[in-house]
C-alpha cells in the first residue's frame, strides 16, 4: 500500500442528541442507549452508552479526516472480525486508528483492507477492532 504507516482521526465527541438520533433511525431505544437516569441506576456502565453499530458507522466520518484527500471514489466492501471491546459512554471522545493489512489491484481501482481500532479517549481498552474493506476507485480525470 502507499500509506505503509497508520492513519489517526481526529477526536469525535459521542453525545447523547447523536445516540438519541441513531435509536430513532434503527429503533433500538434500549435505556442503556436513551435514558440516562435508569442507566445510571440500573444500567452497569453509571450512564447511557453509543450503540457497538452506532460506533461503526461512525467509522465512515472518522476516516474522512484520517485519510488523504483525492482518494476517488471509495465504496464499503464490508468487515471481518468485528468486535466490541468495551463500552463507550455517552460525553466520551473517540478517534480511529486505520493500519493498512492489504491492497490489491480491482478493476481499475484498488481493495484495501484496513486494521481498525477505535479508541476513547482516556481508556486502555478499545471500543471496537476490524477489519474493513474498502473498493476505490480512480478518480477520473477531467477532459481538459
Known amino acids: 500500500m502507499q500509506q505503509a504507516t497508520d492513519r489517526v482521526s481526529d477526536w ?6 447523536l445516540v ?3 435509536a430513532d433511525v434503527i429503533g433500538d431505544h434500549q435505556y442503556i442507549h436513551v435514558d440516562p437516569e435508569r442507566a445510571a441506576r440500573e444500567g452497569g456502565f453509571g450512564g447511557t452508552i453509543a450503540h457497538g453499530f452506532l460506533v461503526i458507522s461512525l467509522l465512515t466520518q472518522l ?3 484520517a485519510m488523504p484527500p ?3 471514489v471509495e465504496v464499503n466492501y464490508g468487515f471481518e472480525k468485528v468486535r466490541f471491546v468495551a463500552p463507550v459512554r455517552v460525553g466520551s471522545r473517540i ?4 493500519t493498512p493489512v492489504s491492497s490489491q ?3 481499475s481501482g484498488r481493495l484495501d483492507t484496513y486494521g481498525v481500532t477505535v ?3 482516556g481508556q486502555q481498552k478499545p471500543a471496537a477492532v476490524a477489519e474493513w474493506h474498502i473498493l476505490k476507485a480512480q478518480a477520473e480525470e477531467k477532459a481538459q
Open 12 to 17: 469525535l465527541l459521542v453525545d447523547q442528541g
Open 20 to 22: 438519541d438520533r441513531f
Open 63 to 65: 476516516q474522512q479526516s
Open 70 to 72: 483525492g482518494c476517488g
Open 95 to 98: 478517534r480511529a486508528r486505520f
Open 105 to 107: 489491484a480491482r478493476g
Open 119 to 121: 479508541e476513547v479517549e
